[in-house]
Structure formats: C-alpha cells, structure tokens
C-alpha cells in the first residue's frame, strides 16, 4: 500500500496554530481637571504610564501612573497632542503650528519635516527612534518617516501622494 506523504505535509503546512491573546487593559482614567474634560490615551509603555491630551480648549497634555495623573507642560504653542511614550518616559508629540517633538523630561526635539511645513510622530521606541508622518515639499502630499540619530528618513509611500507610519518596534 502506498500512503500519499506529499498531501500530508501540504495539509499541515495550512493548519495554524492559535497564538497568545494580547493582553487588554481596563483602566479608568478620571476627567481631568475636575471641570470635566475628556482624556483621550494615545501612548502606553511597559511601566503602565499613559500620555494623551485631555480635550478642551486648549488641549492639556498628561501623563497617568499609579492613578495619579500630572500635566505636562505646553512647550511651545497653544494646544499640545502627545502621541506616545516609551520606557525611559520620553514622549513624542506635535503642537498646534504641526511641528512634531521628542520631549525627553527637561527639553523639546524639534523633529523637523521633509520638506514641507509639518510634521506629525505616531510611536516612539526604546532607541528614540520616531515613526509618524510629514508633509513633504510636494503640495499636498505626506509621506512616512523614520527619524533617528537627529535625522528624519522618508520610507516613500506606496505609489501614492499620502502616507503614515503609526508603529515602530524595537529592531
């Protein structure tokens, strides 16, 4: 009797096994100040710090820890929007003149753009490199950017005139 080998490995070759659950956070987060404004997360890192604006006029950035949540400074412009936080607690954020920023705690990293009059960083990781999107000197357009080292690198966009990276991971 022959057995057909090639059909069985074929077929395994298409199972998948399930992967871990990611794991989901319940927290709540107070109105902030008391006057009721909304706090809108954008940030967590492994140290359960949140950073995110509170909505109102103008937007009041925030970090939350051990249920205690701190205003952050509004450096340089009128509304702030801090988009995430790594580990060492340094935040990436823009202002309301569209400038995107490493904030390290004691000053402000203008990231610069590419070419154009603004620039907006979505993730940050644990190198300070900074993924997010700028718009380039062509109007009306954006692309992708990474920004280490003091120097912000278009990743291109995939043919199109608008692009935006809203992730990056430590490697």
């Not at 909505?55 to 949540?69: F, I, K, R, S, V």
């Not at 936080?85 to 920023?101: C, T």
Request: contains cysteine.
């Amino acid at each position: 009797m022959k057995t057909n080998y090639g059909l069985f490995i074929l077929l395994t070759g298409c199972l998948t096994v399930p992967s871990a659950a990611a794991p989901n956070y319940d927290i709540l987060l107070p109105s902030y100040p008391p006057n009721g404004m909304v706090i809108g997360p954008a940030g967590l890192n492994d140290l359960n710090q949140i950073t995110g604006p509170a909505n109102g006029m103008p937007a009041a950035p925030y970090l939350w820890q051990d249920g205690t949540l701190t205003e952050l400074p509004m450096l340089c412009g009128f509304e702030y929007l801090y988009h995430d936080v790594n580990n060492a607690g340094r935040i990436v954020g823009s202002d309301d003149n569209s400038a995107g920023f490493l904030w390290n705690g004691t000053q402000v990293i203008r990231l610069g753009t590419l070419g154009g009059s603004g620039s907006m960083p979505f993730a940050l990781n644990e190198s300070d490199q900074v993924a997010g999107s700028s718009q380039t000197a062509t109007v009306n357009e954006t692309a992708p950017f990474l920004w280490q080292n003091n120097a912000m690198i278009s990743l291109g966009t995939l043919g199109g005139h608008f692009g935006r990276a809203y992730a990056i991971n430590n490697h």
